[in-house]
């Protein structure tokens, strides 16, 4: 397995966040996880000397009291669910979490959540956001605008890429459940350019 791309930046406010709206000490917090305090004043810090077993103790105490990592550590969202909800929590893989995996909620099936979900099969997608804003003011639906930007993107700085090893076979049981139209499904498969691709596509961009 790949090694995580954790954000230490994110989740150091992340951890910080979660304490505050907990209402929690660092010495609580600490000793939910299991540690000792100053370890947890050191991911707060975002400092890189902290392991990630460690930082996998903190978050799982954290998802242990509600709370959910909306898109991993690639950025500081943090979402709180009360705690009749929790037993309908489930697992997801994510590369930016610590241990690679992180507690996800029943949600809305929309854009982000497949950018989330394409992002923990291993593709990196560039300027997301501005994937996500064409998907809201687009007159069509949000999949059928997924399915073009895929191959016409370009000219807006989308691209979709493999981080490592490309899982065809994964991404495709990821996003069964959004039921993408097949030429949607198909685009995005044979966008996402390979890792060593990605130098030869920025050349024929720049060209173009």
């Known amino acids: 397995m790949a090694s995580t791309t954790i954000n230490r930046k994110n989740l150091a406010r992340q951890i910080l966040a979660?304490?505050?709206?907990?209402?929690?000490?660092?010495?609580?917090?600490?000793?939910?996880?299991?540690?000792?305090?100053?370890?947890v004043k050191l991911a707060e810090d975002g400092d890189s000397t902290v392991s990630e077993e460690a930082l996998g103790k903190i978050c799982r105490a954290l998802e242990n009291l509600g709370f959910e990592f909306l898109d991993g550590t690639n950025t500081p969202s943090l979402a709180f669910h009360e705690q009749n909800e929790i037993?309908?929590?489930?697992?997801?893989?994510?590369?930016?979490?610590?241990?690679?995996?992180?507690?996800?909620?029943?949600?809305?099936?929309?854009?982000?959540?497949?950018?989330?979900?394409?992002?923990?099969?291993?593709v990196q997608v560039d300027n997301v956001n501005v994937l996500l804003d064409l998907c809201a003011t687009s007159e069509g639906s949000w999949m059928d605008t997924i399915g073009e930007l895929a191959s016409k993107g370009r000219k807006y700085g989308i691209h979709f890429q493999w981080r490592d090893v490309v899982n065809t076979e994964g991404l495709r049981h990821a996003l069964r459940i959004y039921s993408l139209p097949p030429a949607t499904l198909n685009a995005l498969e044979q966008n996402i350019t390979k890792p060593g691709d990605a130098l030869e596509l920025s050349g024929n961009v720049a060209n173009q």
């Not at 992180?102 to 923990?120: Q, V």
């Open 18 to 39: 979660g304490r505050a709206i907990a209402k929690l000490t660092r010495v609580e917090l600490a000793k939910l996880a299991s540690m000792a305090h100053p370890t």
């Open 87 to 122: 037993e309908s929590a489930g697992i997801t893989a994510d590369a930016s979490m610590p241990g690679w995996v992180r507690r996800i909620y029943p949600r809305r099936l929309d854009a982000r959540s497949l950018f989330n979900d394409l992002e923990a099969c291993g």
